[in-house]
């Protein structure tokens, strides 16, 4: 004999009692239940980790699109008084930091996930060049005699300025764009997250009902049958008789009620005997009598 048959014979002799039984079933219950929330509080924390930092990081390129306007604005304006000075002899460019401004783009470049940012920050970038180009005309500008300041200022810088906060203001849609979409993700991974919540309640309901059919078929059904067996046997003397599979405690109850019953029969047909005999005895001491 095998091993493997060794061990399917002590399993078929193993007798699994009916708190092993029930334990077994309500553990496993309580055991996927478990595991289920585990796994769904951990994906959720993932998820939600993962798409806090992709928001916050489009949060941080939207106030990087909103400062680089803001740098542009106050360029422009600075441009603008420096045409509407009297003294055009000392007029020079007004300072930009254009390193700061090169970084900051580079990093929306890079940062923002969204096809369209690469092309959308060399935009800027080459309106940028354009614009700051144009803008160092400003002191020959001012000190010729030939060019009206105000004519190169709405007819060539003004322009180049605009084409620049343009393409400032589309790479800022596209950083509210990756917003949007980054909101979406997050909340599709709440709902992923979810879902091996929702499935292992689903399991949990099913191997309830199983076990609550398991427990009226097993259990709460011999009950019953071997209460209307007593009562057909108290009632109406009526031989017990209630037989079920199984080789639990619940079986070996139903053996030993079946036992104790037949040794009651048999100590009623005893005592009925003694009393017949009995019975017979005082009748015959009254014949021998009279």
């Given at each position: 004999m095998s091993s493997l048959q060794k061990i399917l014979g002590r399993l078929r002799e193993y007798r699994m009692s009916m708190r092993t039984r029930l334990a077994l079933g309500l553990g496993s219950i309580a055991a996927m239940l478990l595991l289920s929330s585990i796994i769904s509080v951990l994906e959720y924390r993932r998820m939600s980790n993962y798409v806090t930092d992709l928001v916050a990081d489009n949060i941080r390129n939207i106030n990087v699109a909103q400062k680089l306007?803001?740098?542009?604005?106050?360029?422009?304006?600075?441009?603008?008084?420096?045409?509407?000075?009297?003294?055009?002899?000392?007029?020079?460019?007004?300072?930009?930091?254009?390193?700061?401004?090169?970084?900051?783009?580079?990093?929306?470049?890079?940062?923002?996930?969204?096809?369209?940012?690469?092309?959308?920050?060399?935009?800027?970038?080459?309106?940028?060049?354009?614009?700051?180009?144009?803008?160092?005309?400003?002191?020959?500008?001012?000190?010729?005699?030939?060019?009206?300041?105000?004519?190169?200022?709405?007819?060539?810088?003004?322009?180049?300025?605009?084409?620049?906060?343009?393409?400032?203001?589309?790479?800022?849609?596209?950083?509210?764009?990756?917003?949007?979409?980054?909101?979406?993700?997050?909340?599709?991974?709440?709902?992923?997250?979810?879902?091996?919540?929702?499935?292992?309640?689903?399991?949990?309901?099913?191997?309830?009902?199983?076990?609550?059919?398991?427990?009226?078929?097993?259990?709460?059904?011999?009950?019953y049958r071997m209460l209307s067996a007593l009562e057909n046997y108290t009632q109406n003397a009526q031989k017990y008789m209630c037989t079920f599979d199984g080789n639990d405690q619940l079986a070996a109850l139903n053996g030993q009620i079946a036992e104790v019953v037949e040794e009651n029969i048999e100590l009623r047909r005893r005592v009925k005997s003694l009393r017949d005999e009995r019975e017979k005895l005082i009748e015959a001491v009254q014949s021998v009598q009279e």
């Open positions: 306007v803001s740098m542009s604005d106050e360029y422009n304006l600075k441009v603008l008084a420096a045409i509407g000075e009297e003294d055009s002899t000392s007029v020079s460019v007004p300072y930009f930091d254009r390193k700061a401004f090169m970084e900051q783009c580079d990093g929306l470049r890079t940062s923002i996930s969204s096809e369209e940012a690469f092309p959308l920050a060399d935009s800027v970038i080459y309106a940028y060049s354009a614009y700051m180009l144009t803008s160092l005309e400003l002191p020959g500008v001012m000190a010729s005699d030939f060019i009206n300041s105000r004519d190169w200022y709405f007819d060539r810088l003004q322009p180049r300025y605009n084409r620049l906060r343009s393409d400032i203001e589309k790479l800022t849609d596209a950083a509210y764009a990756d917003l949007q979409t980054n909101s979406m993700t997050f909340q599709d991974s709440f709902y992923r997250s979810i879902i091996p919540g929702v499935v292992s309640v689903a399991a949990g309901l099913v191997l309830v009902l199983l076990l609550l059919f398991f427990l009226l078929s097993y259990y709460v059904k011999p009950i």
